[in-house]
T-cell receptor
Framework: DAGITQSPRHKVTETGTPVTLRCHQT?????MYWYRQDPGHGLRLIHY???????DKGEVSDGYSVSRSKTEDFLLTLESATSSQTSVYFC???????????FGDGTRLSIL | KNQVEQSPQSLIILEGKNCTLQ??????????LRWYKQDTGRGPVSLTI?????NTKSNGRYTATLDADTKQSSLHITASQLSDSASYIC??????????FGAGTTVTVRA
């Protein structure tokens, strides 16, 4: 498996609280991505990063922010969690945008 | 809007049998098409990747085909095993980070 770790793996929290998910990689890959996966939908891109401090929005970025201060870490923050953000969140990495993405094992987030 | 449609949504097969999954897409421009396998509770893992000029690619018992003219792809699983039980996801890309994911086909293999 590619060296990619997501934490926490499971989290339950309440509406209105801030939540931060972490993605850590040991591959020194340039690109990192955050997706959410919901039943009946394909994976949808939230944000991605193409280098340290270089990030951009994906198709479902509202309500989410990201930060990448080091090559190996990509953080996803829900400033004020809502029930619609209950989902499974996946981080992915690749060395360049044309290579297959390697995925972490996901974070299951429940917002009550 | 670029779309990737997969069928069937789910299927059940007996161990040792073959099955074929379908993927139709409207993504344009097109650079490559990938099939991923996702085990329950795990992230997707790449099985095959095909460019515009390739019409078949194999990975063990998995064979993917691509018809770029009709914008259709299929994934054939030969001599299924219990470990093939998973969700199979078709992914199409115009060549950059903007991947378009299908919703997946859930395959259940029974002994």
């Amino acid at each position: 498996d590619a060296g990619i770790t997501q934490s926490p793996r499971h989290k339950v929290t309440e509406t209105g609280t801030p939540v931060t998910l972490r993605c850590h990689q040991t591959e020194n890959h340039r690109y990192m991505y955050w997706y959410r996966q919901d039943p009946g939908h394909g994976l949808r891109l939230i944000h991605y990063s193409y280098g340290v401090k270089d990030t951009d929005k994906g198709e479902v970025s509202d309500g989410y922010s990201v930060s990448r201060s080091k090559t190996e870490d990509f953080l996803l923050t829900l400033e004020s969690a809502t029930s619609s953000q209950t989902s499974v969140y996946f981080c992915a990495i690749n060395p360049d945008s044309n290579q297959p993405q390697h995925f972490g094992d996901g974070t299951r987030l429940s917002i009550l | 809007k670029n779309q990737v449609e997969q069928s069937p949504q789910s299927l059940i097969i007996l161990e040792g049998k073959n099955c074929t999954l379908q993927c139709n897409y409207t993504v344009s421009p097109f650079s490559n098409l990938r099939w991923y396998k996702q085990d329950t509770g795990r992230g997707p893992v790449s099985l095959t990747i095909m460019t515009f000029s390739e019409n078949t690619k194999s990975n063990g018992r998995y064979t993917a085909t691509l018809d770029a003219d009709t914008k259709q792809s299929s994934l054939h699983i030969t001599a299924s095993q219990l470990s093939d039980s998973a969700s199979y996801i078709c992914v199409v890309t115009p060549g950059d980070y903007k991947l378009s994911f299908g919703a997946g086909t859930t395959v259940t293999v029974r002994a």
